[in-house]
């Protein structure tokens, strides 16, 4: 079994003290740090797939994604190396009312090693503070708002609302999570719309170098 395969399978049982030893040797094996996340992305769509089955739950699902974060951080410092050219800010964060942050967490990730300054304001983030982001950062050309619940949808709208409203100027509005698609984000008046973290990259550099 190659050193990526290990770390896919060790990723999908959650083994989060054994994932970034994997990924260290990983790399030393000379496998791009791309590579080495598509393979953790690809394992967290296996356990997604499992979660959504009824094969494993919630908690299962969480150390997972815990192994997966700890590999990540390990993959951080080669990423943001790759990112030659800084492509300016982009603001990310979980629209209010939602506290998911896996599918933020690896967004954030891609868009950074893009090229990218990132500022993460988390989870369950009020409209109000997305704006008050882009006025406290300089050069911002990316907000990029997730949403995961079907219940927060309208909390999605009045932050893209608020954005658009604020008089601010600059940036492009990209919006995501498993209960959104081009169709909505087009309804709202978002600028992109990405289905997964790869997507959301490549969006934010065509959107920000346009």
Do not use: W
């Not at 993959?75 to 599918?103: F, M, N, R, Y």
């Not at 989870?123 to 050309?141: G, H, L, M, R």
């Amino acid at each position: 079994m190659s050193k990526i395969e290990e770390v896919k399978a060790k990723v999908e049982i959650g083994k989060s003290k054994l994932v970034p030893g994997l990924v260290q040797e990983a790399l030393d094996e000379g496998n791009s740090a791309e590579d080495i996340l598509q393979a953790m992305v690809d394992s967290m769509g296996v356990v997604g797939e499992k979660f959504s089955r009824g094969d494993i739950f919630v908690p299962e699902m969480l150390i997972a994604a815990k192994a997966m974060s700890k590999g990540v951080e390990v993959l951080k410092p080669v990423l943001a190396g790759d990112g030659s050219s800084k492509l300016g800010t982009c603001i990310i964060g979980t629209v209010q009312g939602d506290l998911h942050d896996i599918g933020k967490n690896l967004v954030s990730l891609m868009i950074e090693s893009a090229g990218f300054d990132v500022v993460d304001l988390g989870v369950d983030v009020p409209a109000a503070q997305f704006v008050e982001a882009i006025k406290e950062n300089s050069n911002v050309k990316i907000v990029a708002c997730s949403g995961l619940l079907t219940s927060t949808m309208p909390a999605m709208r009045e932050t893209v609302a608020t954005l658009k409203a604020s008089g601010l100027t600059g940036f492009n509005v990209i919006v995501g999570g498993a209960p959104v698609t081009s169709e909505y984000a087009a309804e709202i008046g978002a600028d992109a719309f990405a289905p997964d973290a790869g997507t959301a990259a490549v969006k934010a550099k065509e959107l920000a170098t346009a």
